[in-house]
């Protein structure tokens, strides 16, 4: 069989495709990722676990009593799998899962459940799944959404990480999305 040119360098580039799809889903299925937070005045700022529920910011108040950075632990294989956490500083939290309520008409903050523990009526623990590097919730796989909130706080630079199934605000809080891409920090050269 002949090959030209341009079918080897196909072949190739296929190759190289499909080599790193496998191992981006492999990296997927094994570890996790930060997530950051972006909108108007929220712009890439680390989410992170505050007293079993999500906040975003630069600081941890101090009306909260166990605060955590967390990495994300996931499945990119399987929706149906509950999102787990791991802290950077307190075991007790690691393994809790990521929850929303995708209750119409409430607005409710996001949260984390431990494993053994129970999470609030209406959360829902599964069903979380990337949209390119965007966090989405999703109770069917035709049905995608990206309803999340910052709400601010009574701590400046610091937002609650809200969920609203209907995709209304509330009048103080900013729609954000989720990603796992850190912000660009920009150097002089």
Same mark, same amino acid.
């Given at each position: 069989?002949? $090959? ?107 949260? $984390? ?17 990337? $949209? ?15 309803? $999340? ?41």
């Amino acid at each position: 069989m002949l $090959f030209n040119l341009n079918t080897a360098v196909s072949l190739l580039a296929l190759g190289a495709f499909a080599s790193a799809a496998t191992l981006e889903h492999k990296r997927d299925a094994a570890t996790g990722t930060s997530l950051y937070a972006y909108g108007t005045n929220v712009s890439g700022i680390n989410v992170f676990y505050g007293d079993g529920l999500a906040y975003t910011g630069t600081t941890i108040p101090d009306w909260i009593n166990v605060a955590s950075n967390v990495t994300f632990n996931f499945d990119s294989t399987d929706t149906k799998v509950p999102w787990t956490i791991t802290s950077n500083t307190s075991t007790a939290i690691t393994g809790s899962q990521l929850y929303v309520i995708p209750t119409s008409g409430k607005f409710q903050q996001v949260g $984390f459940v431990a494993s053994n523990g129970t999470a609030p009526t209406g959360a829902a623990t599964s069903g979380f799944t990337w $949209f390119g590097t965007m966090l989405a919730y999703s109770e069917s796989s035709s049905n995608m959404e990206m309803k $999340f909130w910052a709400s601010p706080t009574n701590t400046s630079g610091v937002w609650a990480l809200m969920w609203n199934a209907d995709g209304t605000t509330d009048g103080t809080s900013v729609p954000v999305v989720l990603k796992r891409t850190p912000p660009t920090v920009l150097t002089r050269t």
